[in-house]
Structures are given as structure tokens and as C-alpha cells.
């Protein structure tokens, strides 16, 4: 099989949860002092899927699809993957935000990327809303 044959990102998570389905996909080990899944948290390839395809409907019924942008702050949240596979599985192309990235950089790289939508986490959405104000083609800001 060559990589033209492997099809896409969403086709070969759809194939290994097939071949590994309730073995680990996604693991964050506890660390009580973190922000995010103090207690840990594991995803099997099979949960992985269903999260995905879950993200893959709301943003379908939402009107996303080839050739959107949507820019994303989730730091290293385990949920970037569920959103990154399912806006690839709709054409979507993923724009990861660097969490070290302040307001000139966030301004930048949503101006250029042309991201038609932005989610952020809680704690730095005030500051993705402030950058996308300044963009020329300012797009909604969504908190996860």
C-alpha cells in the first residue's frame, strides 16, 4: 500500500481503532498540581473514535467543511487530538496555537492563517477574542 492508498488522518484512525480498539490511545498521567485532568486520564483508540465522530457531527451540522480553518488553543490537552481528527475527517485544516504565543503573535497567526472559527480554553479566551477583534476577517471565538 502506498501513502496515496492510506487515505486520510480520519480514515487511519478509523482503521487502527478497528485493529485496537480497547487498548490505550491517549494517556495523561495524574499530576494533582495541573489545570487540566488532575486525576489522569487514559482514551482507548475505540473512546478516542467516538469523541471524534461526536466533534465530526457538530461541526458538519455547523456548515464546516474543505477548506475552513479553525484555529485552536487547547495547550496539551488530550482533546486537541479529538478535535484535529474530526475537522480533518470534514477538509478542515487544524491551525495549533502555540500557548507560549502572546497577543502580536495571536493576532498574527489568526490574520494569517484566515481561521474561521478559534476555540481556546477557558483561561485564554478573553485574549483570543481580544486578537481576533484585530484580524481582518475577524471569525468567532468559541471557549472549550
Known amino acids: 500500500m502506498d501513502a496515496w492508498e492510506?487515505?486520510?488522518?480520519?480514515?487511519s484512525l478509523q482503521r487502527t481503532t478497528q485493529r485496537f480498539?480497547?487498548?490505550p490511545a491517549y494517556a495523561?498521567?495524574?499530576m494533582p498540581s495541573r489545570a487540566y485532568h488532575p486525576?489522569?486520564?487514559?482514551?482507548?483508540?475505540?473512546?478516542?473514535?467516538t469523541e471524534v465522530d461526536?466533534?465530526?457531527?457538530?461541526?458538519?451540522?455547523a456548515g464546516y467543511g474543505p477548506g475552513h480553518r479553525v484555529a485552536i488553543l487547547f495547550q496539551q490537552r488530550p482533546e486537541f487530538i479529538f478535535h484535529f481528527f474530526a475537522l480533518n475527517a470534514l477538509g478542515c485544516s487544524a491551525v495549533p496555537i502555540n500557548p507560549d504565543y502572546r497577543h502580536d503573535e495571536l493576532v498574527y497567526q489568526l490574520d494569517h492563517?484566515?481561521?474561521?472559527l478559534a476555540l481556546a480554553i477557558d483561561e485564554r479566551i478573553d485574549e483570543i477574542r481580544a486578537a481576533m477583534e484585530e484580524v481582518s476577517r475577524p471569525a468567532p471565538v468559541l471557549s472549550f
Open 21 to 23: 480498539g480497547d487498548r
Open 6 to 11: 492510506l487515505g486520510s488522518l480520519y480514515e
Open 39 to 49: 486525576d489522569g486520564v487514559e482514551y482507548t483508540w475505540e473512546q478516542t473514535l
Open 28 to 30: 495523561v498521567p495524574p
Open 54 to 61: 461526536a466533534w465530526k457531527q457538530r461541526y458538519q451540522a
Open 113 to 116: 492563517s484566515e481561521s474561521c
